[in-house]
């Protein structure tokens, strides 16, 4: 997936093997990549939005803590200044490209668990959460973190009506300074008998101290995903869409997919290319994370982005990606999961596939599969979610495949 509209503003590959590629020298890759950033080029930097009611101005693509370090020094460049998980980070691993700016250059992301279990499991704890921040913030040295962020969300807006942890933790570091502001990642909860993302988003932004949301969204989503975008920009609520880049990874990969996408009417496009312009474009989402393993697929998303509409190219090249999903790609939507009698977390297991197929990491995707309460070998194979798969997935096949891969 070659980006073949890199202008004279643009970092050149071989600027960045010249300057980062030092691993083999034990020289500091990020500061060493950070000096020479500077004098190779100037780069083109990446729009700026307003994240809702947390005031801040933060990149329309932000960078995430599990990126590649390699790229982190091209990424702070272009102007990403948002990064999310940052607590992965401590004093000393933390990018030289990230902290030798001033402290409010930067906005830095905490993302906050439950406890005594996973995102299903694990409960609410005020004392614990307070604890971790605090001790995250005294880890990394960096004063504060910028956005407290509660990881995997509520499990039902009953919940985010009845338990206060969540918010009483956060009041308590903020007044210390140690945050902030204060969003959530929120994921659907049917399987569980709690509710859909949308529904918990919608209800966070009338009801509590919550400035920002992240979720699932890509192209093709349901209407409930763009009436949240569209409420969140009028009520001045952040919004970061997550696991955007649904099939990109395996049709990358995939050389039919690759032969078609030849024909004149794509030129100059590809479906990740055109998925960024397409976030892009949608004056009512904040900004996207994407994860990003190498310099090429950094480079072309940051020059996407900054191209932000589309042609009739990227058009049909999302059309293409979208056909190809069909029956193949699991969107995220979670519509199955409520029909399923085994309770089982079909979403997440398709998440895990995406983890492989997608991201092309299978360790992360097997470790993930590995804490599942209900693998996928516990389907009875009764059919019953199938009629609801809008992506047309033989959910009974596609779980034995992702077992087979993950299990
Ligand atoms: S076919 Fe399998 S996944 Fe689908 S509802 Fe039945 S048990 Fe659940
Ligand atoms: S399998 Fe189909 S219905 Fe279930 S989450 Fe994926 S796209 Fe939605």
């Known amino acids: 997936m070659k980006d073949h509209r890199k202008d004279k503003t643009e970092f050149t590959r071989r600027d960045f093997i010249r300057v980062g590629a030092t691993g083999a020298t034990g020289v500091a890759l990020a500061s060493l990549g950070a000096l020479n950033v500077a004098a190779a080029a100037p780069v083109a930097k990446l729009p700026r939005r307003r994240y809702g009611r947390t005031g801040l101005e933060i990149s329309a693509l932000v960078g995430a803590a599990d990126w590649n370090p390699d790229v982190i020094p091209l990424a702070v460049e272009a102007g990403v200044n948002y990064w999310h998980k940052a607590q992965r980070w401590s004093a000393e691993s933390m990018p030289e490209a990230i902290k030798r700016q001033p402290r409010e250059a930067y906005h830095l992301e905490i993302t906050v668990d439950r406890v005594g279990g996973d995102h299903m499991h694990g409960h609410i704890d005020e004392e614990q959460h307070y604890q971790f921040v605090k001790q995250a ?88 995903l763009e009436d949240v975008l569209a409420l969140a920009k009028k009520n001045d609520f952040g919004t970061i869409a997550m696991k955007t880049m649904g099939g990109v990874g395996r049709a990358a990969t995939d050389k039919k997919f690759q032969a078609l996408l030849a024909e004149p009417r794509f030129k100059g ?35 996407a982005a900054r191209q932000g509409s589309m042609g009739s190219n990227d058009r049909h090249a999302l059309g293409l990606l979208a056909a190809y999903n069909k029956g193949l790609t699991c969107l995220l939507c979670a519509d199955c999961v409520s029909h399923c009698p ?66």
């Open 342 to 407: 085994e309770h089982l977390a079909i979403a997440d297991i398709l998440r895990y596939e995406r983890y492989a197929l997608d991201y092309h990491d299978l360790s992360r995707a097997r470790a993930e599969y590995k804490t599942l309460t209900k693998d996928g070998t516990a389907c009875i194979a009764c059919g019953d979610c199938l009629p609801a798969c809008q992506a047309d997935i033989n959910i009974v096949a596609k779980l034995k495949e992702v077992h087979r891969l993950l299990g």
């Open 269 to 303: 496009s590809s479906p990740g290319t055109a998925m960024v312009k397409w976030l892009m474009a949608n004056p009512n989402l904040t900004a996207a994370v994407i994860a990003t393993s190498n310099f090429d697929q950094l480079q072309e998303n940051l020059a």
């Open 137 to 224: 913030v005294a880890r990394s040295a960096v004063g504060y973190f910028d956005v407290f962020k509660f990881h995997f969300g509520y499990h039902s807006v009953q919940e985010a009506k009845t338990e206060p942890g969540v918010v009483r933790a956060f009041d308590r570091l903020k007044k210390e300074g140690l945050v902030k502001h204060l969003a959530l990642s929120q994921h659907h909860y049917n399987n569980i008998g709690g509710d859909m993302a949308y529904d918990i988003i919608t209800y966070l932004m009338d009801h509590s101290p919550f400035e920002a949301a992240q979720f699932f969204y890509t192209y093709g989503d349901k209407h409930e």
